[in-house]
């Protein structure tokens, strides 16, 4: 069974996070999981969703639901449809579903490395075509790495290319690609939106993107400095040629002008903080029978 994360707050403090996204019937779900003191995957079914999505409850999995499906961080409105996408660092396949749902044209590849968080992304995507998913590390070569696990939970798993038996490996040697190899693999000449969270392997990725980085429309990447020094740095040398810069809570949009939907946005609006919508929806949760 894969092993439990304890979110950092109060009992209270839970409840009440669970009741914001879920109501009566995820604080109900919740209790019965401390209960029996382990995971309690859940369904949770969302407006205008084709399909409702899997969560594993008192996990990092619910943060990310609140992230990225009722605060929408990784969602902007681009002056084109986008045909090709890429979700690196995919976790449990929530971009991936929510890109699928807005785009359903669209190709979606999910790559994800880690084995457990992996299940839970084919479970996810299982009833999108459009979405293929990837068992696999983006890294800045091609290979084989190991995962550490630095007890974050499970959104917070690194890649590396240290030996095994160097502390904090949790035994996971995961293929390793390059967006060159996996644009290639799939055979996408250009990609829309290039979606990155992987957790501090964003310096190596962009420590030499070659072509690759010629041939991406939208780049949507949360940077991880605080987990290896020089990840923004490195991403800012490599992508000088994209005109646009947006930032919405912790995500950093960067674009090329013909995918801006509104042109007349000043300098000074596109380098603000853009602040998320206040949203008060509650989503129907049900255990998994």
């Known amino acids: 069974m894969a092993p439990v994360y304890h979110i950092e707050m109060s009992i209270w403090e ?9 109501g009566n019937s995820g604080v109900l779900l919740l209790a019965r999981a401390r209960l029996n003191g382990g995971l309690q995957e859940a369904l949770v079914d969302i407006p205008q969703f084709q399909h409702p999505v899997h969560l ?9 639901f ?11 409105d681009l ?21 699928s749902n807005k785009y359903p044209q669209a190709r979606i590849v999910a790559i994800e490395p880690e084995s457990s968080n992996f299940e839970m992304l084919r479970k996810n995507t299982s009833h999108y075509p459009n979405v293929t998913a990837l068992n696999a590390a983006v890294w ?10 630095p007890d974050l939970g499970h959104d917070g798993f690194t890649a590396t290319d240290l030996p095994s038996e160097s502390g904090h490996i949790n035994g996971q040697a995961v ?26 392997a964003e310096k190596e990725v962009f420590s030499s993107p070659a072509a690759w980085i010629h041939n991406v429309g939208v780049l949507v990447i949360e940077f ?27 995500t950093v949009f960067f674009l090329r002008k013909e995918y801006v939907a509104d042109p007349s946005l000043s300098q000074q609006v596109v380098s603000s903080r853009i602040m998320l919508e206040r949203n008060d929806t509650k989503f129907r949760a049900r255990a998994v029978s």
């Open 14 to 22: 839970g409840l009440r996070e669970y009741y914001s996204l879920f």
């Open 56 to 64: 594993r409850f008192r996990t990092t999995d619910v943060p990310t």
């Open 66 to 76: 609140r992230q990225v499906i009722r605060d929408k961080e990784y969602d902007w």
């Open 224 to 250: 991880h400095d605080r987990m290896r020094s020089g990840c923004s740095r490195t991403v800012y040398e490599a992508v000088k040629e994209f005109e646009f810069e947006w930032r919405k809570e912790g």
């Open 175 to 200: 293929r390793a690609m390059t967006i060159d190899k996996i644009m290639e693999e799939f055979r996408l000449p250009y990609v829309d939106i290039l979606k990155i969270d992987i957790e501090g």
């Open 79 to 99: 002056a084109c449809i986008p045909r090709t996408i890429i979700d690196a660092g995919a976790n449990i396949g929530l971009t991936s579903v929510f890109y």
């Open 140 to 149: 800045g070569m091609n290979g084989t790495i190991n995962l550490i696990d």
